[in-house]
């Protein structure tokens, strides 16, 4: 096999993350979720679904405030990676969500302050980063774009550190939408890549992490969680909400991620995929795998989808799943395929369905969004 070149730029460490999720708050409540398998699905109470086929979500008690709730993590990651005075300040604010949920309601004039760009805009302000910042509303691929971009900018110089911060609470528009279009899994299970899947479930999540170029943490006296080692994004364009059979475009990403990354498939030791246990997507996404490891490493390589567990975070998922990809490889655990998981032959993948422990060293984690988008990360340990 040729030797591959080195990677280009500056190794890009995640030195922090924090999160709130269905599990629980904190990064220790996710990760005993996740690499136990213990689903967090209960009935619905935030909002009237008497009427609706799904009854269950990742939900949270209550009716928690996400705006609160992404400050908390927020400030809960730049206070462990050490952030504080100026070195805080002129930390930027790479935010991915969604409108506040009550931003369809109001006449013109109010709906704007109501927008992603100026929830970021509070975010930052209320957690003391610097006032440059950016939003991505890019669905289900909206926080892995920000990781990339990100780490883009930290690889060339352009950027010390970074905070990305995502969050999706439940409600009820988006959950009658996917409901009504028959995406839910009515028996209130999320199987990816199994025999008989129904369809996904929604989670709520707010998490932040803290990237920095790998010298700038050195110099701080700081000791990286793992690096962000590529980062690829591809469109196929396919169809406006059906994923491209084949997985073309997640193939491409997959190769992007890996080829920045100077690895090859055979370095991969677990994929977090994207698996959002629809029908469509699971045996897509499988196909695209298989093109871009190869069938060998792509039957071989563990594989799980933790959005079983946590739920199906849309703008959030992303960070959700980086974080979970990061404690995999600190902690050396795999994660569990939750939901109770029987073999599909449209889906030939090694998939991790029990608590296993394992060294890791590259772990790769996709998206996939309406549209054709795809993200794929390389996380080295």
Request: net charge negative; hydrophobic share 45%.
């Amino acid at each position: 096999m040729p030797e591959l070149p080195a990677p280009a730029g500056r190794p890009v460490a995640v030195t922090a993350l924090d999160a709130v999720t269905a599990c629980g708050r904190g990064t220790a409540a996710l990760a005993g979720a996740v690499f136990d398998g213990t689903a967090g699905f209960v009935p619905v109470d935030r909002f009237d679904v008497s009427a609706r086929r799904t009854k269950v979500a990742a939900q949270l008690p209550g009716d928690p405030d996400l705006a609160a709730e992404l400050a908390a993590v927020v400030a809960g990651a730049t206070a462990a990676a050490g952030l504080e005075g100026e070195l805080l300040a002129g930390t930027p604010l790479f935010f991915a969500g969604t409108h506040d949920r009550a931003a369809a309601r109001p006449d013109g004039a109010d709906r704007t302050d109501l927008r992603a760009g100026a929830l970021a805009a509070r975010l930052a302000a209320a957690t003391g980063l610097s006032g440059a910042l950016r939003a991505y509303t890019t669905a289900c691929v909206a926080a892995s774009t920000a990781v990339a971009d990100a780490a883009a900018l930290i690889s060339a110089g352009r950027l010390e550190r970074a905070v990305v911060a995502a969050g999706y609470f439940l409600e009820a528009d988006r959950f009658t939408l996917f409901d009504s279009a028959r995406s839910l899994a009515s028996d209130g299970r999320l199987r990816p890549f199994s025999a008989g899947r129904q369809g996904m479930l929604l989670g709520d999540a707010a998490v932040a992490v803290v990237l920095e170029a790998e010298s700038a943490a050195a110099d701080r006296g700081r000791e990286p969680l793992a690096r962000i080692a590529g980062w690829g994004r591809a469109g196929d364009a396919y169809h406006v909400s059906q994923p491209h059979p084949e997985g073309v475009g997640l193939a491409r990403a997959v190769a992007t991620a890996l080829r920045r990354a100077g690895l090859t498939a055979e370095d991969l030791d677990y994929v977090n995929a994207h698996g959002s246990g629809t029908t469509a997507s699971d045996t897509a996404e499988s196909a695209g795998l298989h093109r871009a490891l190869g069938a060998e490493t792509a039957a071989r390589v563990p594989v799980s989808s933790t959005k079983s567990v946590h739920g199906h975070t849309l703008e959030a998922s992303g960070l959700v799943e980086l974080a979970v990809s990061v404690l995999a490889l600190t902690q050396g655990r795999l994660p569990v395929n939750g939901g109770g998981y029987e073999p599909d032959p449209d889906c030939p993948l090694t998939v991790v369905d029990r608590p296993r422990s394992a060294p890791l060293r590259h772990v790769l984690t996709l998206n996939a969004a309406f549209g054709g988008a795809n993200t794929a990360l390389v996380v080295s340990r």
